[in-house]
């Protein structure tokens, strides 16, 4: 099977701009998951996604990231305004169901750097 | 949550076993172990799952104690291929895998 497909690959941008990120999971997968990966860290999980609802954005910083899951497949992930901090590897992953026995695929992340 | 506490760096040579223990004292009766290997430039990637005594496939083995407050990675003759951070976690198969954190791994380091 097809993993889960990440773009872009990698992302510059300066403080205060805008980016967007974008996933495709594994087909079949109802459940999607953005983790934030600081260097040196184990990922931090943002967001969880059940189909096309939020199970979880309670580490989700809201003032400035935003994320949807249209027609419960693909998944963007915005950061605006960026800030130096959220300079991180972003992995999306996905899962056949949403309990934590169902093992997590993960894509190769999008690394970005904030100047 | 349980939480997890595994050895920051291990260092091995090409052929050798490798053993990497994660302690989770604090374990609930539900609570499923499950490791992920993670390479440079890549996301985890799921090596193996178990709830008690042993699990096997054809990567590694899961060794749980009886009292399962702990558990035992296994890389059976190791090569340099698996250079690596390996992450334990654990979770309940009834709640979401938001519930789950990473911690900061074991870094393997394999030497020829």
């Known amino acids: 099977e097809a993993g889960v497909a990440q773009s872009p690959r990698y992302k510059i941008i300066e403080k205060r701009q805008s980016v967007a990120f974008w996933c495709n999971p594994i087909?079949?997968?109802?459940?999607l998951y953005w983790y934030q990966q600081i260097l040196g860290q184990g990922p931090k999980l943002l967001i969880q996604?059940?189909?096309?609802?939020?199970?979880?954005d309670s580490q989700l910083p809201k003032d400035r990231f935003s994320a949807e899951r249209l027609k419960g497949v693909d998944s963007t992930l915005k950061i605006q305004p960026a800030k130096l901090e959220d300079s991180a590897v972003y992995l999306c992953?996905?899962?056949?169901?949403?309990?934590?026995?169902?093992?997590?695929?993960f894509g190769n992340g999008t690394r970005l750097t904030v100047t | 949550l349980a939480k997890t506490t595994q050895p920051i760096s291990m260092d091995s040579y090409e052929g050798q076993e490798v053993n990497i223990t994660c302690s989770h004292n604090n374990i609930a009766t539900n609570d499923y172990i499950t490791w992920y290997q993670q390479f440079p430039s890549q996301g985890p990637r799921f090596i193996i799952q178990?709830?008690?005594t042993k699990v096997t496939n054809e990567v590694a083995s899961l060794f749980i104690p009886a009292d399962r407050k702990s558990s035992t990675l296994s890389l059976p003759r190791v090569s340099l291929s698996d250079t690596a951070v390996y992450y334990c976690l654990v979770g309940d198969p009834l709640y979401s895998a938001s519930k789950i954190i990473f911690g900061s791994g074991t870094r393997l380091s394999i030497r020829p």
């Open positions: 996604f059940q189909n096309n609802g939020v199970v979880d």
């Open positions: 087909s079949g997968h109802a459940t």
């Open positions: 178990g709830y008690k």
């Open positions: 992953a996905s899962s056949r169901e949403q309990g934590a026995n169902s093992p997590l695929h």
